[in-house]
């Protein structure tokens, strides 16, 4: 037999599947003639199939080096690197292939395929697209494409990418819209570019092809909550728990919106359970901010759930923060202080910091923003942005580019004004922009560690609300304020103020308020109020309407405790000037235990409005008494609820002394340390430049 029907031979056994015998025809073609390029290849092929991939690879480069012409050649030495995982040199023999035959489609394929193994989604996709053009209707391709684009919108999520990934989860629901994943995505997406109703929407239609998938409901809880709808969201929760009882973080989240409900049944007994998962079950997610408002909590494990919230949903971050270890070898004439924050807009921290960041010292400072929330157009985000040196909005961008971009300012103290609360981005800290980095204001408590390494360097606090005893409840060095860790702003809006009939309160009698939110309203401090309008004749109480179903429980609690409904006055929410003028209108506000009044306490005191609070042993728990401290006012701090409820009936029967505490506030208001922000910009630039000193050490 010639060696032309040696090889038509081989190529025959070889396509029945008889390997040994074709690659024995294979070698004798090749020994009769060694430049048969197509025997060369097959041999090639043949050691592919029997896992020898490297074999293959030398065998097929002897192949090409006779035929460089052969796509198929190069197609096949593709797979050999492939199986090895050696995909740059895959990808180059396919692209090499494309060259000698651009419109064969399997090549095409297989470099999407190739893509796809080496997590380069978005070539995947674009590989994909092209054999859909000329196979418009082929499920397969269409499935592929898809399975690439939603691997593109998940890279895309990690990297803070929200708007590419919404992108890409909306493309490949277009191709196969009966996936739930894809609609679930695409709500995540959407839920982190601030469309929490869209958000919704796609929950909605993740649910409707997957009615079993309990992530789907906790995440529509969450935007649910966002959009006020709070029955609804408990709802998800619920829903979310039956259909998986494991399931940590709805639980969690269930918990806190009944807090915010004032649905106190069960509350011990959950809260109990959460805290045994704190110690317990580190994989757990539970939110750091919820678990701080959770009554009972300790310093101490409030310290562990954010370390295993960093353990969860940061570590890959701080690794990419590893890898990319920024230099930050610079200095400069003026510090450069960069804020982080999504909350530079209508929204309690503005009513904080405007005027401190006003009042910063131009001479030695250069003050950036990094303002990653929404631009509400309101005039409280135009006079930020007028205040800062340095305004950029961030929102739009990459975790990593805002990162970048924040290393390229040179920036050196990173300021976060958020922490883990709503639309939090503090893993832009975790990859080390800046030198030193300062946890402040936004979360009331530590932001944990990793491993042992804090996520922030300084947490910024007073001497009152983190003594030097609790140093060991926070990963973070402490830095303290020598008055109060709150900056005011003295040029709060305040409209004129109206009488009591105006806002539904009684001419006459007592008027006791707390104009917190709902979920810090707990039963103990609920049966102390309740015990004072039983004390004090003609008294009621005035609340912040927060929403529906905590109005008709706070309603329910009281009738339970004896006093009528009538007693209870519920505040609209309104504009800030309006809300600020009708304190005036209150006798004394009685703050919320464990987490205090914080902002509201300022805004009470700014309108001469006395605040009694009973401080704790946890961040959230001594705020108000640091402001009160800061106010030359520490009798109006108690430390036990029955002390509370003793001095709070004291005042209201001595009218003599609370218009001393009043005129106090009024008459010394701007002397008062809380209220002065021009001592307070010079007290925190002090503690920046010590901060920068010790990094330099």
């Known amino acids: 037999m010639d060696t032309q029907a040696n090889y038509r031979l081989a190529l025959q056994l070889h396509q029945q599947g008889e390997l040994s015998q074709a690659e024995t025809l294979y070698k004798s073609v090749i020994a009769a003639n060694p430049q048969h390029a197509d025997a060369i290849h097959y041999l090639g092929v043949i050691h592919h199939q029997n896992g020898k991939h490297q074999m293959a690879i030398d065998r097929i480069a002897q192949a090409i080096q006779i035929n460089p012409n052969s796509s198929d050649y190069l197609s096949n030495q593709s797979l050999a690197y492939k199986a090895l995982k050696h995909y740059q040199q895959a990808i180059a023999c396919l692209q090499q292939a494309l060259k000698l035959a651009p419109d064969d489609l399997d090549i095409h394929y297989n470099l999407g395929n190739t893509y796809i193994e080496n997590e380069n989604f978005e070539l995947a996709a674009q590989a994909y697209r092209r054999i859909l053009r000329d196979y418009p209707q082929d499920s397969d391709l269409k499935e592929a494409l898809s399975h690439a684009l939603d691997r593109q919108g998940m890279m895309s999520q990690q990297l803070g990418q929200y708007a590419e990934a919404e992108r890409c989860y909306l493309e490949a629901i277009q191709l196969t819209p009966n996936l739930d994943a894809l609609y679930y995505n695409l709500g995540n997406a959407q839920r982190e570019l601030g469309k929490p109703q869209e958000a919704a929407q796609s929950y909605q239609q993740a649910i409707q092809r997957n009615p079993n998938d309990a992530d789907a409901y906790n995440n529509l809880g969450n935007v649910l909550r966002e959009l006020g709808d709070l029955q609804g969201a408990i709802n998800a929760y619920q829903t979310a728990l039956k259909l998986n009882p494991a399931l940590y973080h709805a639980k969690v989240h269930l918990v806190h919106q009944k807090q915010h409900a004032c649905d106190w049944e069960g509350l011990d007994k959950d809260i109990t359970e959460i805290r045994q998962w704190v110690h317990h079950q580190s994989e757990a997610q539970i939110s750091p901010f919820a678990f701080l408002a959770m009554p009972g909590t300790t310093a101490a494990e409030q310290k562990i759930c954010a370390n295993h919230w960093l353990k969860n949903r940061y570590t890959t971050a701080f690794e990419q923060g590893k890898a990319l270890a920024f230099k930050h070898q610079y200095s400069h004439q003026k510090l450069r ?345 010079r007290d925190l630039e002090a503690i920046y430049k010590r901060m920068l000193e010790g990094s330099s050490n």
Request: charged share 20%; net charge negative.
């Open 337 to 681: 202080i960069g804020y982080l924050s999504a909350d530079f807009r209508l929204h309690p921290l503005a009513f904080l910091i405007s005027e401190l960041i006003e009042q910063h010292d131009r001479a030695q400072f250069e003050i950036y923003a990094y303002s990653y929330g929404i631009n509400d157009q309101s005039e409280e985000r135009k006079r930020l942005e007028k205040a800062f040196d340095c305004f950029r909005d961030i929102r739009t961008i990459s975790t990593l580019d805002a990162a970048r971009q924040i290393k390229q300012d040179e920036i050196d103290i990173l300021v976060d004004l958020t922490g883990f609360t709503q639309t939090s981005r503090s893993q832009i800290v975790a990859l080390r922009p800046a030198p030193i980095n300062v946890s402040w204001l936004g979360f009331p408590g530590g932001m944990g560690e990793l491993n042992g390494e804090a996520l922030f360097d300084y947490l910024l606090s007073d001497a009152f609300i983190t003594p030097p005893e609790t140093a060991s409840d926070y990963a973070e060095k402490l830095a303290l304020l020598p008055d109060t860790y709150q900056p005011n702003d003295t040029q709060r809006p305040v409209a004129r103020s109206q009488r009591r009939k105006a806002y539904g309160l009684p001419e006459q009698g007592f008027v006791f308020c707390c104009f917190n939110q709902t979920f810090k309203i707990l039963p103990d401090a609920f049966d102390v109020w309740m015990n004072l309008l039983k004390q004090v004749p003609n008294s009621v109480l005035w609340l912040l309407e927060c929403n529906a179903l905590s109005k008709a429980n706070l309603i329910k609690e009281a009738e339970k405790r004896g006093v009528t409904k009538e007693r209870l006055i519920f505040a609209p929410r309104v504009a800030m000037a309006e809300h600020m003028a009708r304190q005036t209108c209150a006798d004394l506000f009685l703050d919320t235990l464990p987490y205090n009044a914080h902002t509201t306490t300022s805004d009470a005191l700014w309108m001469g409005l006395p605040v009694l609070t009973c401080s704790g042993n946890t961040f959230a728990s001594r705020v108000a008494g640091s402001l009160l401290k800061a106010v030359e006012l520490p009798e109006l701090i108690t430390y036990s609820l029955q002390e509370y409820q003793a001095k709070a009936l004291a005042l209201a029967n001595n009218p003599q002394e609370l218009n001393r505490i009043k005129t106090h506030l009024m008459t010394k208001k701007k002397q008062l340390p809380l209220f002065n922000t021009n001592q307070f910009a």
